[in-house]
């Protein structure tokens, strides 16, 4: 089943005069690809597929879209305008009753509520079903890597924090969303999984227990690449060069795709990640030395006290 509304697309992107189109696709969308194409071509479009990994709307298809007039880039938010590039986020619903099994954990009468991009337009229902149980649900907008009201992103908790919420619901699948939430925010955080039912409420000291160990293998190491991504939505290169700043062992390393092999190769004896926030966090286990954020070596720098270590967070400026 198509989870794609093509008819939709189509008139845009007659509204904006393109003849060629190029698709982009996350990697949970990327088997519609097929069908969107066949789709976009029987209305007379010339389509170029990006066959590229995809992990966001800060990982445009630039090279795609030099063979096209224009990007689709499906199932994410707009972080960066661009006038060649239209961003189509792909809904998922699910009946609001499953908020059922998140009541039993909720401790306070206001809350946060927070979920993701595929959620965002269930937002108004969640919070009525709230209301309907006694709880005021507060969902707030976040900045402009995460505009719509109530989204997170894994790099920005933005919308999170502005809820000023003691405790916060956060409705979505995966732990590292809701772990993040309560490291951006301090607050105390129950996970739902809209699709399963299943409820918890999250400690993410076993990360900070994860990552104390990352930060003490890389204590020694002779050398730092400083990683700067390439990509249009992930450079950061103020504060890769503010990081090379604080160490004489520290050295700037430009990327594309942040891989093992290429970390092996290049020899460095640790890295900081400031391309996406979630490769040291997620993909520890597949490099080869550690990878660190920029918060963790600004600790190791002693740029930073322990007790003030952070998630590392995209935000806009």
């Known amino acids: 089943m198509s989870l794609i509304p093509v008819s939709d697309l189509i008139g845009r992107l ?4 393109a003849r060629s189109v190029a698709l982009q696709f996350p990697a949970g969308l990327a088997r519609q690809a097929p069908g969107t194409a066949t789709a976009l071509r029987r209305e007379g479009f010339d389509v170029i597929v990006s066959g590229d990994p995809c992990y966001g709307a800060c990982d445009l298809a630039l090279d795609a879209l030099a063979y096209a007039d224009i990007l689709v880039h499906f199932g994410h938010a707009p972080v960066e305008q ?11 619903d699910f009946d609001v009753g499953v908020l059922e099994a998140a009541l039993p954990l909720l401790r306070a009468r206001r809350i946060g509520l927070v ?9 108004d229902a969640m919070t009525a079903y709230l209301r309907d149980h006694g709880i005021e649900a507060v969902a707030a907008p976040g900045d402009g890597r995460a ?3 109530g989204q997170v992103l894994g790099c920005n908790f933005t919308a999170a924090r502005a809820t000023g919420a003691d405790e916060i619901l956060f409705v979505g699948t995966g732990v590292f969303h809701p772990v993040g939430i309560q490291l951006a925010t301090g607050a105390r955080v129950v996970a739902l999984d809209p699709f399963t039912g299943e409820v918890q409420e999250v400690d ?4 900070v227990r994860r990552r104390a160990a990352v930060m003490e293998k890389a204590r020694d190491a002779a050398s730092f690449g400083i990683i700067v ?6 450079q950061r290169m103020s504060l890769a060069r503010r990081l090379v700043a604080l160490s004489d062992r520290a050295f700037l390393v430009a990327m594309r795709e942040v891989s093992p092999g290429e970390m092996l190769d290049l020899g460095f004896g640790a890295y900081v990640n400031t391309a996406c926030p979630r490769l040291a966090y997620d993909d520890q286990v597949r490099f080869p030395v550690p990878v660190l954020t920029p918060p963790e070596f600004e600790i190791l720098c ?3 006290a322990w007790d003030d270590y952070a998630i590392d967070e995209y935000l806009s400026p």
């Open 14 to 17: 007659r509204e904006r005069g």
């Open 82 to 92: 661009r006038p060649d590039v239209l961003y189509e986020p792909v809904r998922f």
């Open 115 to 123: 979920t993701t991009v595929q959620h965002v337009h269930l937002i």
């Open 147 to 149: 505009p719509l009201v």
């Open 204 to 207: 993410a000291s076993r990360l």
């Open 229 to 234: 991504s390439t990509k249009s939505g992930q």
């Open 302 to 304: 002693g740029a930073r």
